[in-house]
């Protein structure tokens, strides 16, 4: 939709991957539509995954003992963090939709995005207790989960040895975006690419755009256990 704003955080080493071809495919897809589209390409600006003293700029709140979310929200509300972690908060703030693409490293995101969320998403920016889950800070902007695994769908069945995938989505969607707020429209899943046939990658591609030309139409998930759970 014209005028929306999306933020689509990427962590993939290789643009020829799946994973870059997701996130090329989605630029121009929502460029079309008349969104405006911001990158933050994780492992091209080589961000800094660790949480530590150098993310605040000046006095410590408390030199005597280091307590980094102490210190970040301190920072936070003295406009003392640093600049990269102010430019992604400005992205985050401006974003309509925070689009997540990612393959699956552990049941969860790469650590350079979890990085990227310890740091980014810092009290007093995103939650500031009890401005949590439907009041947490980030309320009205919607964030999406965009993956790919190694294993195949059956293996993330009820039935399958690792079970619903929708279990390892609790900590992430729930514990993370849902707690600061974030509205969740459901994630998109392209299951075990490297092991699919030419045509089948084409077509994770083609519903990935296809999707995204009505996801301004889509309702959030009810994100409680019950989704999860069930
Ligand atoms: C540390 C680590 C932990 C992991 N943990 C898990 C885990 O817990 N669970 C799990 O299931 N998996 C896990 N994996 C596997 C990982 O999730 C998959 O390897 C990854 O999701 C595959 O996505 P990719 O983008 O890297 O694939 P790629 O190998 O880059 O892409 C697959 C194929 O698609 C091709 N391709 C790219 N663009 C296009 C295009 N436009 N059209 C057609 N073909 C194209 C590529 O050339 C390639 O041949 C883990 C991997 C690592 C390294």
């Known amino acids: 939709m014209a005028g929306k704003k999306v ?3 990427y962590a993939h080493q290789e643009p020829k991957s799946l994973n870059g071809s997701l996130k090329t495919i989605a630029v121009e897809e929502l460029t079309k539509q008349g969104c405006s589209v911001t990158v933050s390409d994780l492992y091209e600006m080589q961000f800094e995954p660790r949480s530590t003293r150098k993310d605040i700029i000046g006095d410590l709140y408390n030199p005597e003992q280091f307590n980094y979310g102490v210190e970040a929200w301190e920072a936070f509300k003295n406009g003392c963090l640093s600049e990269d972690l102010i430019e992604e908060q400005r992205k ?3 974003a309509d939709l925070v689009i997540f693409q990612f393959p699956l490293y552990w049941f969860s995101m790469p650590a350079i995005m979890k990085g990227w969320l310890d740091r980014v998403f810092v009290q007093g920016f995103a939650h500031n207790f009890p401005q949590c889950y439907e009041t947490g800070l980030l309320k009205n902007k919607l964030a999406l989960l965009s993956f790919t695994t190694g294993g195949d769908e ?3 069945s009820d039935e399958g040895v690792s079970g619903n995938i929708r279990y390892l989505l609790w900590p ?3 514990g993370i975006m849902h707690f600061c707020g974030l509205s969740i429209l459901a994630p998109h899943i392209c299951f075990a690419p490297e092991y699919a046939s030419e045509e089948e990658r084409e077509q994770m ?3 990935w755009v296809e999707r995204l030309k009505t ?3 889509e309702e959030p998930i009810k994100c409680t ?6």
């Open 92 to 94: 985050v703030r401006e």
């Open 154 to 156: 059956g293996i993330y």
């Open 205 to 207: 591609l083609t519903s």
């Open 172 to 174: 992430m969607q729930h």
């Open 7 to 9: 933020l689509i955080v």
């Open 215 to 217: 996801i301004w139409e």
């Open 225 to 230: 256990a019950e989704w999860y759970y069930k």
